[in-house]
T-cell receptor, first 112, second 115 residues
């Protein structure tokens, strides 16, 4: 079945450091890929998405590129801020399905 | 746009009582809503897919008589945890899908504590 594998956390970085959170997936067909962010005590917010191979999703300085050849959708940010501290979830949605399949989440803490 | 609300945001109840959680799409119509459960430091587990005007589709292992879902209108779905027990304590999150769009919009979640 479909699945998403994220790098395990927690990840702790200093402010202005470079961030990479790895995400790989297994799916039939050509799924859409998403990154969601969850701030403490809140629900999930869509951060960015990509719907086909080689698409790059970007938002708030974060970006991720849909790599079909490596079945990956790694999240990157060049310079993190304390306010980026949250849990980040990678997710996929197969073309015909309505529901999302989530990865396990990666806790990011950015220190001042 | 695309705002989803949940009510209440948190609830504490006694064991054996029932708790109703509402999920509303505020500025769009959602024919499909999803209910998730999240345990501390874990990912979201899809519990059921709520379809407007029809019965909900439950994921394997989720008791439909325990978690009653009603999606009576295009903007409201409710989850009722019946005869709640301490092991039902969790963070419940709903999401709503705009028709013909892939993106799901999530509510802020409801934290349930059963004593």
């Amino acid at each position: 079945g479909d699945s998403v594998t994220q790098m395990e956390g927690p990840v702790t970085l200093s402010e202005e450091a470079f961030l990479t959170i790895n995400c790989t997936y297994t799916a039939t067909g050509y799924p859409s890929l998403f990154w969601y962010v969850q701030y403490p005590g809140e629900g999930l917010q869509l951060l960015l998405k990509a719907t086909k191979a080689d698409d790059k999703g970007s938002n708030k300085g974060f970006e991720a590129t849909y790599r079909k050849e490596t079945t990956s959708f790694h999240l990157e940010k060049g310079s993190v801020q304390v306010s980026d501290s949250a849990v980040y979830f990678c997710a996929l949605k197969p073309g015909s399905a309505r529901q999302l399949t989530f990865g396990s989440g990666t806790q990011l803490t950015v220190l001042p | 746009g695309a705002v989803v609300s949940q009510h209440p945001s948190w609830v504490i109840c006694k064991s054996g009582t029932s708790v109703k959680i509402e999920c509303r799409s505020l500025d769009f119509q959602a024919t499909t809503m999803f209910w998730y459960r999240q345990f501390p430091k874990q990912s979201l587990m899809l519990m059921a897919t709520s379809n407007e005007g029809s019965k909900a589709t439950y994921e394997q292992g989720v008791e439909k008589d325990k978690f009653l879902i009603n999606h009576a209108s295009l903007t409201l779905s409710t989850l009722t945890v019946t005869s709640a027990h301490p092991e039902d304590s969790s963070f419940y999150i709903c999401s709503a899908r705009v028709e013909d769009q892939e993106t799901q919009y999530f509510g802020p979640g409801t934290r349930l504590l059963v004593l």
